[in-house]
């Protein structure tokens, strides 16, 4: 994974609540079994008609929003526990993800695969939408080592909570088993102590 510390980035606004796994990456599209190419087929269902061709009022296909930051209504990813979700939201380019509530299962696969979900407060949340209409360019600073979410424009600021153990995976750019592996010294000295 790589190592994730500080992003200022423009972001993306999907102002619908109850996103669930299914809407983020429908079910036909889990036949492959690696993480490259679930990007194309990310919100499918709401991007494309029925011949492929690029729905106009989809927040994805207007190019004025772009960034690496998607900020979406309360209790995203919910539904199934497909890790797939995860894996199209990055494979698409996005490095975070903003709402007020996750889904446990969907926050907990987005921060295995190296993807940050950020819970803020839903006055917050309802700040960061004004923020992104008023300018489709304002910038948003998640800087993780702090865990603060900062709107350029306004200054307006919020702390988020993040477990510490997936803080430091992020932040040197470990998933679970390079963590483990990382730690290889200090389990062989510890196993050599009590030999």
């Known amino acids: 994974m790589k ?7 423009s972001a993306i606004p999907l102002a619908i609540e109850n996103i669930d796994t299914d809407q983020i990456i429908p079910a036909r ?11 194309e087929n990310l919100f499918c269902d709401w991007r494309y008609d029925h011949n ?7 927040v994805l296909n207007n190019p ?3 960034g690496k930051i998607l900020v979406a209504g309360k209790n995203f990813g919910c539904g199934s526990s497909r890790e797939h979700a995860a894996w199209a939201l990055q494979d698409y380019g996005f490095d975070v993800i903003i709402s007020s509530f996750f889904a446990d299962i969907f926050k907990g696969n987005a921060l295995n695969n190296g993807l940050l979900p950020i819970q803020v407060s839903d006055e917050f949340l309802s700040q960061i939408f004004a ?8 910038q948003l600073v998640v800087d993780l ?3 603060t979410l900062s709107i350029s424009d306004t200054k307006q600021q919020e702390t988020f909570e993040i477990n510490a153990y ?4 992020l932040i040197n750019g470990y ?3 390079e963590f483990i592996l990382n730690q290889q010294k200090d389990i062989i000295a510890f196993e050599n102590s009590n030999s």
């Open 3 to 9: 190592k994730f510390t500080k992003l200022t980035s």
């Open 29 to 39: 599209f889990l036949k492959a079994t690696t993480r490259e190419g679930f990007g």
């Open 52 to 58: 492929k061709t690029p729905k106009a009022d989809f």
């Open 64 to 66: 004025t929003y772009s």
């Open 131 to 138: 923020a992104i209409h008023k300018n489709a360019n304002t």
């Open 145 to 147: 080592e702090n865990q």
């Open 166 to 169: 997936k803080k430091a995976c």
């Open 175 to 177: 998933d679970d088993i």
